[in-house]
């Protein structure tokens, strides 16, 4: 690494301060490449209509919906409820159906609503006669005719709490089987980053990455996916083709509504240092003659001890030398 440059990453010589001090840290180090990203929602879809009729009401933008609710209304009734699932809904599900997948998404939906308060129902792949109970008392509570069976479109399997994004259809229009209603998404947050393909060894599935959200928290996030495939940009003009990250983020800032499609940076690990000593970059001098010191401080008398710089990160430098965590350095106010 060059030291001593014009990009700003080392200090010039300057003589020792007085008066503010630090402390000798053992500390892991991150030097990161800040590249644009994109902030929205996992799980991204499209809503369509499940049975004709006439659009009565649609979900808000932003509005969440959560298992067992209507996603949207026909003909001045619930048209499509939510349930949690990984396999789509693809055929009706009524008493006689062949055994498969989706009657143990449903069943296990039905016990999550509470619609089987004596326990007869058996969480399988197997319609029986607990099954058409629990889905007439999920049809009564809706006020629903319980006749014990769900046309294809009555219900949507999605992987959990589902946010409306925008809306592809209005109140009063006609609305057939397959037409667009609007997009949906999960309610967990996530980056894409259209990576420069010659840049595809800066992310890897399971790395760490720091997200600078709009509201200007930085937090932290989790590579979940590299492209395989190099794609062109849109537009006339071309470019450089990239490949899509997407990025999961951690913690609170997971969850949450508002923010779609907001511009983000997104700080990739470019080089590491684990478990090194280091002190704030303002810590560090440069000695007459050549190179660095750090001035400590140790029961009211101060030296210099020269130290050989490493790797510079979020204010800090990795510090090689006769120093010890724990010590005071005098810094630059």
Same mark, same amino acid.
């Given at each position: 690494?060059?030291l001593g440059?014009d ?8 003589a020792?301060a007085?008066?503010? /001090? *630090?402390?000798?840290? $053992? ?7 800040e590249? +644009? &990203?994109? %902030?929205?929602y996992a ?10 009729g006439t659009?009565?009401r649609?979900r ?7 298992r067992?609710?209507?996603l949207?209304?026909l ?12 396999l789509?809904?693809w055929?009706?599900?009524?008493p ?5 997948e ?5 069943e ?6 509470g619609?089987d ?5 058996t969480v399988?792949d197997?319609w029986?006669w607990?099954t /058409? *109970?629990a889905v007439? $008392?999920?049809q009564?509570a809706?006020?629903?005719s319980? +006749? &014990?069976? %769900?046309?294809?479109?009555e219900v949507?399997f999605?992987r959990g709490a ?7 259809a209005?109140?009063?229009?006609a609305?057939?089987?397959g ?5 949906v998404?999960?309610?967990?947050r ?5 990576l ?6 800066l992310?890897?599935?399971g790395d760490?990455?720091t997200v600078?959200l ?9 590579i979940?996916s590299v492209g ?6 849109p ?7 990239t ?9 609170k ?5 508002g923010l779609?499609?907001?511009p983000?940076d997104v700080?990739?690990?470019v080089?590491?240092?684990?478990d090194?000593l ?10 007459q ?10 029961g009211?008398?101060?030296?210099i001890?020269?130290?050989q710089?490493?790797l510079?990160?979020d204010g800090y430098?990795e510090v090689?030398?006769s120093?010890?965590?724990?010590q005071?350095v005098?810094?630059?106010?």
């Amino acid at each position: 690494m060059m030291l001593g440059g014009d990009d700003g990453s080392a200090p010039a010589a300057a003589a020792p301060a007085v008066g503010a /001090t *630090a402390t000798v840290e $053992r500390r892991d180090l991150v030097e990161r490449d800040e590249l +644009d &990203g994109t %902030l929205g929602y996992a799980d991204e879809g499209v809503l369509t209509a499940g049975a004709a009729g006439t659009i009565t009401r649609l979900r808000a933008p932003s509005a969440v919906v959560r298992r067992g609710e209507p996603l949207y209304w026909l003909d001045d009734g619930p048209a499509a409820f939510l349930l949690y699932g990984r396999l789509p809904a693809w055929r009706d599900l009524a008493p006689g159906i062949d055994d498969g997948e989706d009657v143990r998404q449903l069943e296990r939906n039905l016990r999550a609503l509470g619609h089987d308060p004596d326990g007869d129902l058996t969480v399988d792949d197997e319609w029986d006669w607990a099954t /058409t *109970a629990a889905v007439r $008392r999920f049809q009564d509570a809706r006020g629903l005719s319980e +006749d &014990g069976s %769900l046309a294809q479109g009555e219900v949507v399997f999605r992987r959990g709490a589902t946010r409306i994004g925008d809306a592809k259809a209005a109140v009063g229009q006609a609305a057939a089987p397959g037409r667009e209603l609007g997009t949906v998404s999960g309610t967990r947050r996530r980056v894409i980053v259209d990576l420069d393909a010659t840049r595809q060894s800066l992310a890897r599935a399971g790395d760490r990455v720091t997200v600078d959200l709009p509201t200007g928290r930085t937090v932290n996030g989790r590579i979940a996916s590299v492209g395989k495939i190099a794609e062109q940009p849109p537009g006339e003009d071309g470019g450089d083709p990239t490949i899509e990250v997407k990025i999961e983020l951690r913690g609170k800032a997971a969850r949450g509504a508002g923010l779609d499609q907001a511009p983000v940076d997104v700080g990739f690990a470019v080089e590491r240092r684990n478990d090194v000593l280091a002190v704030p970059v303002k810590a560090l001098l440069a000695r007459q003659g050549g190179g660095f010191g750090v001035e400590v401080v140790e029961g009211g008398a101060r030296r210099i001890v020269p130290v050989q710089p490493g790797l510079y990160a979020d204010g800090y430098v990795e510090v090689d030398g006769s120093l010890r965590a724990g010590q005071t350095v005098v810094t630059a106010r």
